[in-house]
T-cell receptor
Framework: DVKVTQSSRYLVKRTGEKVFLECVQD?????MFWYRQDPGLGLRLIYF???????EKGDIPEGYSVSREKKERFSLILESASTNQTSMYLC??????????????FGDGTRLSIL | AQSVTQPDIHITVSEGASLELRCNYS??????LFWYVQSPGQGLQLLLK??????LVQGIKGFEAEFKRSQSSFNLRKPSVHWSDAAEYFC???????????FGAGTILRVKS
């Protein structure tokens, strides 16, 4: 089974801090994703990466950046955390698009609170 | 624009009763459709997916979904609900050869005994 591990289940940070959320997958997947989940809005894509050092903006990239230095690890960075970034963050991975019938696999999420 | 609508924010059913969760999508190309379930405090688990072939697909935990192109729908069903099915359910749509998924807002299922 695919294992997607997010380093923290709960995180509390202060306004203005630089925050790192880490995600590791063990299936050598090329594609990795960061989503934000808010009640009534479902999941919204922040960024995704289709290879090492490659990234693409999703639907809500403002206030976030990402880093992918190794294939198995995809980091989400809040450059200067704000209270409106309090949310649940979900990481996902999937094989390359040529394996078209393979779904995204999700981690357990990080619930981030910005005070 | 691509979108997914789950009309029901909350649904409550009795244990043992049948269940249908609605999903309507708007997508310009051939859709690739999913249902995911999220138990409290957990990530998303894939229930089933559809990308071609038989329009009635079977998934895990006794769930099934039917793709109806004419109605742009992909409703999730289960004949007899168990208390452990209480969770939030998400419908999602993507392109067959694409990376991005568009998610619905989710439906929270409550099961009463």
């Amino acid at each position: 089974d695919v294992k997607v591990t997010q380093s923290s289940r709960y995180l509390v940070k202060r306004t203005g801090e630089k925050v790192f959320l880490e995600c590791v997958q063990d299936m050598d997947h090329e594609n990795m994703f960061w989503y934000r989940q808010d009640p009534g809005l479902g999941l919204r894509l922040i960024y995704f990466s289709y290879d090492v050092k490659m990234k693409e903006k999703g639907d809500i990239p403002e206030g976030y950046s990402v880093s992918r230095e190794k294939k198995e690890r995809f980091s989400l960075i809040l450059e200067s955390a704000s209270t409106n970034q309090t949310s649940m963050y979900l990481c996902a991975s999937r094989p390359p698009v040529r394996f078209s019938n393979q779904p995204q696999h999700f981690g357990d999420g990080t619930r981030l609170s910005i005070l | 624009a691509q979108s997914v609508t789950q009309p029901d924010i909350h649904i409550t059913v009795s244990e043992g009763a049948s269940l249908e969760l609605r999903c309507n999508y708007s997508y310009g190309a051939t859709p690739y459709l999913f249902w995911y379930v999220q138990s409290p405090g957990q990530g998303l688990q894939l229930l089933l997916k559809y990308f071609s072939g038989d329009t009635l697909v079977q998934g895990i935990k006794g769930f099934e979904a039917e793709f109806k192109r004419s109605q742009s729908s992909f409703n999730l069903r289960k004949p007899s609900v168990h208390w452990s099915d209480a969770a939030e359910y998400f419908c999602a749509v993507g392109a067959l050869y694409g990376n991005k998924l568009v998610f619905g807002a989710g439906t929270i299922l409550r099961v009463k005994s």
